[in-house]
């Protein structure tokens, strides 16, 4: 079996170490000269510490990772919150946090350390014929190759080529919101936890970062300007002092999903499969679950990959309702929805039911586990 796997980010990279110990030979190949220095996901779910426990990634990531100790919920001048009881997983932390640029380091080191084919930089996917999977390659400087494939997987983010190229829809919407990402020094908050600043105003999500850094996704509302690059002076949260800002980045999202995860000799994951906003940290998450059962299933045929495409589509369906929802909830403004926020936000921290589901979530242990 020739297959081409495309895509070098975080999934395309899992991906390929999981071919390889499925003793699955593959090409992979990245229209990127280098590795992004810049790290948009950074929680790792509990699910996927499960994912890649095979592949040997546990242990480096945990050495690195910050372990939260629970959520802080800011709800006007009342902060409440609750600590992880860290009982949905019998092994591992709930969530944790480690940059995606040192995530795609650890893989990029594993799957060196196992001898998998290593990833062809500044090679992009030009032209794919999935009836036939043949393809052109491109690469840095214009030289076109050709070439075919049984099996192209596009690993190759929300703006998929192998999508396009495969005719696969991808329905949804995009969000009105503009949304700000920034690393950087802030004061004010507790060190050891995530932090939520739900409010149609400028609702906001803190996490922690190795060296006392933050990252924060904060979404301003519609027609509202972004600021200006690494001025986060608009952005304004209780108790919160900014300081020096290391990365900033403002971006629209979108809620979408791939009508179908094959057609012809292609196959959609990760981002290109699926995309939501960035509540709850799911995105990458997702993806990487589903390059590694993704391997599996080619590794067991025709029907265990039929299987692999239903069963993730439907998990994506879910996860994407549920950040939807979660999304609308932090942001909306009319009475009934800030009513709602408050009385719920407020319940969770004394309801043991209601705590462990949001954690469960954060886990992403509240889905079935990728076949």
């Not at 939260?68 to 944790?96: I, K, W």
């Not at 692999?308 to 369906?317: D, G, K, L, S």
């Not at 209601?354 to 242990?365: Q, V």
Request: aromatic share 6%; hydrophobic share 45%; with cysteine.
């Amino acid at each position: 079996m020739r297959v081409l796997v495309v895509g070098g980010g975080p999934v395309g990279l899992a991906l390929g170490l999981a071919l390889h110990r499925q003793g699955i030979a593959f090409r992979h190949i990245d229209r990127l000269a280098a590795p992004s220095p810049f790290s948009r996901a950074l929680a790792i779910q509990a699910r996927t510490l499960e994912a890649l426990e095979p592949l040997g990634l546990v242990q480096p990531i945990l050495a690195e990772a910050l372990r939260p100790r629970g959520v802080r919920l800011h709800l006007g001048a009342l902060e409440t919150g609750f600590a992880f009881d860290h009982a949905r997983h019998p092994r591992f932390p709930s969530v944790v946090i480690l940059p995606q640029s040192r995530t795609e380091a650890l893989l990029s080191a594993a799957g060196a350390a196992a001898g998998a084919p290593q990833l062809e930089r500044g090679v992009e996917l030009a032209t794919l014929d999935a009836g036939t999977g043949q393809v052109v390659l491109r690469h840095d400087g214009g030289r076109e190759e050709a070439a075919r494939f049984d099996r192209v997987l596009g690993a190759d983010g929300a703006h998929s080529l192998v999508r396009k190229a495969a005719g696969i829809a991808f329905e949804g919407a995009a969000y009105e919101e503009r949304f700000v990402l920034a690393d950087g020094r802030a004061e004010g908050l507790a060190p050891d936890c995530l932090h939520m600043f739900p409010g149609r105003g400028s609702a906001g999500f803190f996490f922690p970062l190795p060296g006392g850094s933050w990252r924060v996704v904060s979404a301003l509302p519609p027609g509202a300007p972004a600021p200006a690059e690494g001025d986060l002076a608009p952005l304004r949260y209780p108790g919160v002092r900014f300081g020096e800002v290391a990365w900033w980045s403002a971006f629209r999202t979108s809620h979408r999903i791939a009508d179908r995860y094959r057609a012809g000799c292609a196959v959609v994951l990760g981002d290109a499969a699926h995309i939501h906003s960035p509540a709850g940290g799911q995105g990458m998450n997702l993806g990487i679950q589903d390059a590694c059962s993704l391997a599996l299933a080619l590794a067991r045929g025709e029907g265990a990959l039929e299987g692999w495409a239903a069963q993730r589509r439907a998990v994506a369906r879910m996860v994407i309702a549920r950040t939807h929802a979660m999304t609308r909830g932090m942001l909306g403004a009319s009475l009934p929805v800030r009513a709602l926020r408050a009385v719920a936000l407020r319940l969770v921290p004394v309801l043991p039911p209601a705590r462990r589901r949001l954690e469960g979530a954060l886990a992403g242990m509240d889905y079935p586990a990728p076949l």
